[in-house]
T-cell receptor, first 115, second 109 residues
Framework: GAVVSQHPSWVICKSGTSVKIECRSL??????MFWYRQFPKQSLMLMAT?????????EQGVEKDKFLINHASLTLSTLTVTSAHPEDSSFYIC???????????FGQGTRLTVV | QKEVEQNSGPLSVPEGAIASLNCTYS??????FFWYRQYSGKSPELIMF????GDKEDGRFTAQLNKASQYVSLLIRDSQPSDSATYLC?????????FGSGTKLNVKP
């Protein structure tokens, strides 16, 4: 299957700082990328859907000013958690969809800990 | 109402038995259906997907889809301890994937 690389795999940051997570499709062009958040023992919660070159579509209850998503190219999307707080600590996962394909491929995930 | 519903389990089966995992979804317009396996602390990995009514087999795995009942299932034959994980059902609507809460499967040696 196609490869999606997510970086960093884990990060610890201080409360009030911002953290950027990158999601790259290595061997295909991703027309759509999805960002999920997963708290311990819970399912993946879709945060937003981003299409290359356009603004991301956020799910209800997700603050777009706090979780900045940029999908500037067909192989890269970034999620920036701004002014992070301990309650933002979670496992963030991206997935990428190649245009015309049915399945999406997941990155390795990023474990964010805000102290 | 949740988009995708799964029994959280845990579902315990002995090694070598058939494990049956179930999922229901609410959106009749859903196009494709996926089963992912997720080990603790890891990202989900795709097992298989199905988009036509009926059965689809891949090795020890069989996905079953019934669109009229809005029901999709996954059968794992000859279950192995390494199959112990959380199994996530996902449904693709219009350019979005929604996940169920997952069913934890324990395969006992």
């Amino acid at each position: 299957g196609a490869v999606v690389s997510q970086h960093p795999s884990w990060v610890i940051c201080k409360s009030g700082t911002s953290v950027k997570i990158e999601c790259r499709s290595l061997d295909f062009q991703a027309t759509t990328m999805f960002w999920y958040r997963q708290f311990p023992k819970q399912s993946l919660m879709l945060m937003a859907t981003s299409n290359e070159g356009s603004k991301a579509t956020y799910e209800q209850g997700v603050e777009k000013d706090k979780f900045l998503i940029n999908h500037a190219s067909l192989t890269l999307s970034t999620l920036t958690v701004t002014s992070a707080h301990p309650e933002d600590s979670s496992f963030y996962i991206c997935s990428a969809l190649q245009g015309g394909n049915t399945e999406a491929f997941f990155g390795q995930g990023t474990r964010l800990t805000v102290v | 109402q949740k988009e995708v519903e799964q029994n959280s389990g845990p579902l315990s089966v002995p090694e070598g038995a058939i494990a049956s995992l179930n999922c229901t979804y609410s959106d009749r317009g859903s196009q494709s259906f996926f089963w992912y396996r997720q080990y603790s602390g890891k990202s989900p990995e795709l097992i298989m997907f199905i988009y036509s009514n009926g059965d689809k087999e891949d090795g020890r795995f069989t996905a079953q889809l019934n669109k009229a009942s809005q029901y999709v299932s996954l059968l794992i034959r000859d279950s192995q301890p390494s199959d112990s994980a959380t199994y996530l059902c996902a449904v693709k609507g219009f350019n979005k994937f929604y996940f169920g809460s997952g069913t934890k499967l324990n395969v006992k040696p």
